[in-house]
C-alpha cells in the first residue's frame, strides 16, 4: 500500500479518535467501519473533516520516512522484524508514524512525558489504531515490564534526559532483543540538548547496563546505536 494512503488512514483515526474524546458526531458510513474498509474517498471526507474542527492534520504529512535518521532505523528494523516495540519520546511521530506503516502487524506502546503529546497517539489508537498504546510516562519509572518487547527505540530522546543512565538502564531492562538509539553527532546549538553522547560515552553507559554487542553507524549529523540485550 502507498505511504499516502496509509497516512491518510493515520489521519482519519486521529479524526475519529477526536470525535469520541470530544462527543462529536461524525455520519456512521465514517465512524463504524474498520479503517482499512475506508475507500480513499471516505478517508478525505474525514480529513477535511478533521481541518473544520482543526485537527492538526499535517502531522501525517509525506516525507518524514526520507529522514536519513528514519530511514536508518527502518532498516535496521526489517531486518530484524520485531512483533513489538515501545518508542520512547514519540514527540510528534516523526518515526513513529513511518514505523507504523511500515510495520502494519507490530504492537507498539508510545512513552513520552508530554502528556499533550500522548493525547494526541491515543486519539490515533481509539479512532482505530488498536495495535498502539500510547503512554505519559518517564521510562525510567519503567512503564512496562522486563522484558516485555522486542525493541525499544529512543531516537533523538537521550541527549534531553538529565538522567541518561537511569534511562538507558530502563530501556535495556525492558527490551528483550534489541534496543535503538540516535543522537546528535556534534553540537547543534539546541538549548533542550543538555548531553553530547559520543561513541565512547554510549559504550560505557549501555556495557553498565549489561549490554556487550554494541553495533555503532552513523548517517550526517546523527550517531545511531543498536544494543543486543540477548545475551546479557
Known sequence: MEYAELYMRLAAAAVRGTALREGRALPPELAAPPLSALSERELERLADIGREWGVKL????????????????????????????????????????????????????????????????????????????????????RPLPDRSVDAVTMLE????????????????????????????????????????LTRARLTELFTAAGCGNLHFGGVPGHLTLAANVENE
Not at 537521550?158 to 532483543?177: F, S, W
Open 58 to 141: 499535517y502531522r501525517f504529512k509525506r516525507g518524514h520516512e526520507e529522514l536519513p535518521r528514519v530511514r536508518a532505523a527502518l532498516g535496521f528494523l526489517r531486518g530484524v522484524m520485531p512483533e513489538s516495540l515501545l518508542d520512547v519520546g514519540s514527540g510528534r511521530g516523526v518515526f513513529l508514524f513511518p514505523f507504523l506503516n511500515a510495520f502494519p502487524e507490530c504492537s507498539v506502546t508510545s512513552v513520552d512525558i508530554l502528556e499533550h503529546r500522548t493525547a494526541f497517539l491515543r486519539d490515533i489508537s481509539a479512532g482505530g489504531v488498536e495495535r498502539l498504546t500510547a503512554l505519559a510516562a518517564d521510562i525510567r519509572a
Open 157 to 196: 530522546v537521550l541527549e534531553h534526559i538529565p538522567d541518561v543512565e537511569g534511562a538507558v538502564r530502563a530501556a535495556v531492562r525492558i527490551a528483550r532483543r534489541f534496543v535503538l538509539v540516535t543522537v546528535p553527532s556534534k553540537p547543534d546549538g539546541n538549548p533542550e540538548h543538555i548531553h553530547l
